[in-house]
């Protein structure tokens, strides 16, 4: 495809608000939908309720039992224009640079797989098994309308032979670049506390205030160090990214010998990722309590986004919190319940097959396995067994990274034709693959 025509097409994805909540993604499945059909390729879409959309379109391949499923979502996560450089939903263009709401996460990725798809199309070539191009809403806040609802609906999703999405990148880090292809994912824990007490006026305050129960509660909870834990793919992680490294005062060998230096525990708490790899996370997102400043409210509340190891359990993880908060606020879990983990193995033709193209394209760069520090729709996919990576062929800073669900997320114009051209290498190659 012409760069031009795929950056226009990007801003125009980006301007469509398929922010959820609400959740309004119809508008953008239809846009995804148009290009098929002015291909030719047959799809469908299937709407779990009003103004919510997901798109099922298929290639037919030399067998039809168990597909590739590329795999996306077209929902992103809110966000408020007042607090961007500029307007998050009007697909603008600034030093090289196209900014929006899913510019990351995962819009351009899902506009660059349905090229990639609609390409093996055009190009006459005929998989080794059917290619399915999914695009889903609902992601962001769990999926149950979006792949859960499709998988439902149709029945062959789950005998799919593999399925690419999102959750690993290119990463550049000073001068060194690695590949990150995401075969796990941490659990999603999250859970809010809520205290009750006496309401009253300001300016006689009493031992009953619901706002100092959670406050006191919250930073109990935010002050716990949770233990660091070797999981075994962020073991090979750390390692690879890693390994033959100057840290502070000493050289990086491996991540248990690390483990003993108290120089290598500072630098895991300054460092966000590696700190989330290496234990349970749990990050206050949302206070709520009291409508007046000379007013004592009722009844007060703190969320909390947890993001738990996956060998952990996530009953124990609650009896800990509970334990940690006391006795003066109730907690609540609000997330999914999960108690088991599931993973991917990397020792396969698939994660072969991938790493082939990153290396014809970017040269002989390290490419690892990678545990997902949030959660994607992978997840469905892996607990019926099926062989589920996450990986966009784009080259992303720290800071571009930590930018994702934050203000002023972009892509680099360079990033969406590199995106596009390395996606359509992927799809190529896994759908030759017998």
């Given at each position: 495809?012409?760069?031009?025509?795929?950056?226009?097409?990007?801003?125009?994805?980006?301007?469509?608000?398929?922010?959820?909540?609400?959740?309004?993604?119809?508008?953008?499945?239809?846009?995804?939908?148009?290009?098929?059909?002015?291909?030719g390729?047959?799809?469908?879409?299937?709407?779990?309720?009003?103004?919510?959309?997901?798109?099922?379109?298929?290639i037919?391949?030399?067998?039809?039992?168990?597909?590739?499923?590329?795999?996306?979502?077209?929902?992103t996560?809110?966000?408020?224009?007042?607090?961007?450089?500029?307007?998050?939903?009007?697909?603008e263009?600034?030093?090289?640079?196209l900014?929006?709401?899913?510019?990351?996460d995962?819009?351009?990725?899902?506009?660059?797989?349905?090229?990639a798809?609609?390409?093996?199309?055009?190009?006459?070539?005929?998989?080794?098994?059917?290619?399915?191009?999914?695009?889903?809403?609902?992601?962001?806040?769990?999926?149950?309308?979006?792949?859960?609802?499709?998988?439902?609906?149709?029945?062959?999703?789950?005998?799919?032979?593999?399925?690419?999405?999102?959750?690993?990148?290119?990463?550049?880090?000073?001068?060194?670049?690695?590949?990150?292809?995401s075969?796990?994912e941490k659990?999603?824990?999250?859970?809010?506390?809520?205290?009750?007490?006496?309401?009253g006026?300001?300016?006689?305050?009493?031992?009953?205030?619901?706002?100092?129960?959670?406050?006191?509660?919250?930073?109990?909870?935010?002050?716990?160090?949770?233990?660091?834990?070797?999981?075994?793919?962020?073991?090979?992680?750390?390692?690879?990214?890693?390994?033959?490294?100057?840290?502070?005062?000493?050289?990086?060998?491996?991540?248990?010998?690390?483990?003993?230096?108290?120089a290598?525990?500072?630098?895991?708490?300054?460092?966000?990722?590696?700190?989330?790899?290496?234990?349970?996370?749990?990050?206050?997102?949302?206070?709520?309590?009291?409508?007046?400043?000379?007013?004592?409210?009722?009844?007060?509340?703190?969320?909390?986004?947890?993001?738990?190891?996956?060998?952990?359990?996530?009953?124990?993880?609650?009896?800990?919190?509970?334990?940690?908060a006391g006795?003066?606020?109730?907690?609540v879990?609000?997330?999914?319940?999960?108690?088991?983990?599931?993973?991917?193995?990397?020792?396969?033709?698939?994660?072969?097959?991938?790493?082939?193209?990153?290396r014809?394209?970017?040269?002989?760069?390290?490419?690892?396995?990678?545990?997902t520090?949030?959660?994607?729709?992978?997840?469905?996919?892996?607990?019926?067994?099926?062989?589920?990576?996450?990986?966009?062929?784009?080259?992303?800073?720290?800071?571009?990274?930590?930018?994702?669900?934050?203000?002023n997320e972009?892509?680099?114009?360079?990033?969406?034709?590199?995106?596009?051209?390395?996606?359509?290498?992927?799809?190529?190659?896994?759908?030759?693959?017998?």
């Amino acid at each position: 495809m012409d760069s031009d025509k795929l950056i226009e097409f990007s801003r125009e994805f980006l301007r469509l608000n398929s922010a959820n909540p609400p959740g309004c993604e119809e508008e953008s499945i239809l846009f995804l939908e148009s290009f098929l059909k002015k291909e030719g390729i047959e799809c469908e879409i299937f709407s779990p309720c009003e103004n919510r959309a997901n798109l099922f379109a298929r290639i037919e391949g030399r067998r039809s039992d168990m597909p590739l499923v590329v795999l996306s979502h077209v929902d992103t996560v809110p966000a408020k224009p007042d607090e961007w450089e500029v307007d998050p939903f009007k697909g603008e263009i600034k030093d090289g640079y196209l900014y929006g709401r899913g510019a990351i996460d995962m819009k351009i990725q899902a506009l660059c797989q349905l090229f990639a798809f609609i390409d093996i199309k055009k190009d006459g070539l005929v998989p080794e098994r059917d290619i399915i191009y999914l695009a889903t809403c609902d992601e962001e806040t769990g999926g149950k309308l979006g792949v859960k609802f499709m998988m439902e609906k149709k029945e062959i999703l789950q005998d799919a032979d593999f399925v690419i999405s999102e959750g690993g990148f290119i990463i550049q880090d000073g001068n060194s670049v690695h590949a990150q292809i995401s075969v796990t994912e941490k659990k999603v824990s999250q859970f809010y506390i809520r205290a009750k007490g006496k309401g009253g006026h300001g300016s006689t305050p009493h031992k009953d205030n619901p706002n100092e129960k959670v406050i006191e509660a919250a930073h109990k909870i935010l002050s716990y160090k949770w233990p660091i834990k070797l999981y075994p793919v962020a073991l090979k992680y750390i390692d690879g990214i890693l390994k033959g490294k100057t840290i502070q005062d000493f050289i990086y060998t491996d991540l248990k010998t690390a483990l003993r230096r108290k120089a290598f525990l500072n630098f895991v708490e300054e460092n966000p990722v590696i700190n989330a790899l290496l234990r349970n996370t749990v990050t206050c997102t949302i206070l709520k309590g009291g409508e007046k400043v000379n007013m004592i409210p009722v009844e007060a509340e703190a969320a909390f986004d947890a993001r738990i190891l996956p060998s952990e359990r996530q009953n124990k993880f609650y009896t800990k919190i509970k334990r940690i908060a006391g006795k003066n606020v109730e907690v609540v879990p609000s997330g999914e319940n999960l108690e088991r983990a599931y993973y991917s193995n990397y020792k396969t033709k698939y994660f072969e097959a991938i790493e082939n193209v990153i290396r014809e394209s970017f040269g002989p760069i390290k490419v690892l396995p990678y545990m997902t520090t949030g959660a994607t729709d992978l997840r469905y996919f892996r607990s019926k067994g099926v062989p589920s990576y996450g990986f966009f062929p784009i080259v992303l800073t720290k800071d571009e990274i930590m930018r994702m669900h934050g203000v002023n997320e972009r892509i680099s114009l360079e990033n969406i034709v590199r995106g596009y051209e390395g996606t359509r290498r992927i799809i190529r190659a896994l759908a030759t693959l017998k």
